[in-house]
T-cell receptor, first 113, second 114 residues
Framework: GQNIDQPTEMTATEGAIVQINCTYQTSGFNGLFWYQQHAGEAPTFLSY????GLEEKGRFSSFLSRSKGYSYLLLKELQMKDSASYLCAVRSGLKAAGNKLTFGGGTRVLVKP | DTAVSQTPKYLVTQMGNDKSIKCEQN?????MYWYKQDSKKFLKIMFS???????INETVPNRFSPKSPDKAHLNLHINSLELGDSAVYFC?????????????FGPGTRLTVL
């Protein structure tokens, strides 16, 4: 089975940096995704890691360590609009599972002025 | 220009009723999905279809039946609605079933069963 853990909530100040950690235990692994979800809206794709290391995309970076079953999403120069839930999702490596994503419970980030 | 669209956005109904939610994608993707997001915000896969063929069928009551008339559409029909079915249902699509496919989500349908 799949088990994905991330903190429930984090608070940070506008302009600061926040790091959201995600740990996973899975029966197979074929990539890790981060999605952003504003309240009442659809999840939107932020980043994808399949190899170890850091992927940078503007103010957002995501890191993966497959041996540790660990990822983090780094949000820099926080803006008020970054207040949202951030979902960590692992794609199964099992061929029969197709493109199945298993999501963590999400981390709600509140950005304060 | 909406990539993945769902109707209706809100659905309020009585226990025991049968209802359908429609999903359409105009991205030319081969694979579509249905997810359920409960009150605790956990997003869980229910079904996926690849080119109208059922690929993933998680442990979902058989009151839920997906239908894919063509690869751009995946509808969800729910029979004999129960209180526990209240949730937000998201449709998603990806280019294909292979490992490279990022999933893009529709706006969601908030279902409330009274």
């Amino acid at each position: 089975g799949q088990n994905i853990d991330q903190p429930t909530e984090m608070t940070a100040t506008e302009g600061a940096i926040v790091q959201i950690n995600c740990t996973y235990q899975t029966s197979g692994f074929n990539g890790l995704f981060w999605y952003q979800q504003h309240a009442g809206e659809a999840p939107t794709f932020l980043s994808y890691n399949v190899l170890d290391g850091l992927e940078e995309k503007g103010r957002f970076s995501s890191f993966l360590s497959r041996s540790k079953g660990y990822s983090y999403l780094l949000l820099k120069e926080l803006q008020m609009k970054d207040s949202a839930s951030y979902l960590c999702a692992v794609r199964s490596g099992l061929k029969a599972a197709g493109n199945k994503l298993t999501f963590g419970g999400g981390t709600r980030v509140l950005v304060k002025p | 220009d909406t990539a993945v669209s769902q109707t209706p956005k809100y659905l309020v109904t009585q226990m025991g009723n049968d209802k359908s939610i429609k999903c359409e994608q105009n991205l030319g993707h081969d694979t579509m999905y249905w997810y359920k997001q409960d009150s605790k915000k956990f997003l869980k896969i229910m079904f996926s279809y690849n080119n109208k063929e059922l690929i993933i069928n998680e442990t979902v009551p058989n009151r839920f039946s997906p239908k894919s008339p063509d690869k751009a559409h995946l509808n969800l029909h729910i029979n004999s609605l129960e209180l526990g079915d209240s949730a937000v249902y998201f449709c998603a699509s990806s280019q294909d079933i292979r490992a490279q496919g990022t999933q893009y989500f529709g706006p969601g349908t908030r279902l409330t069963v009274l």
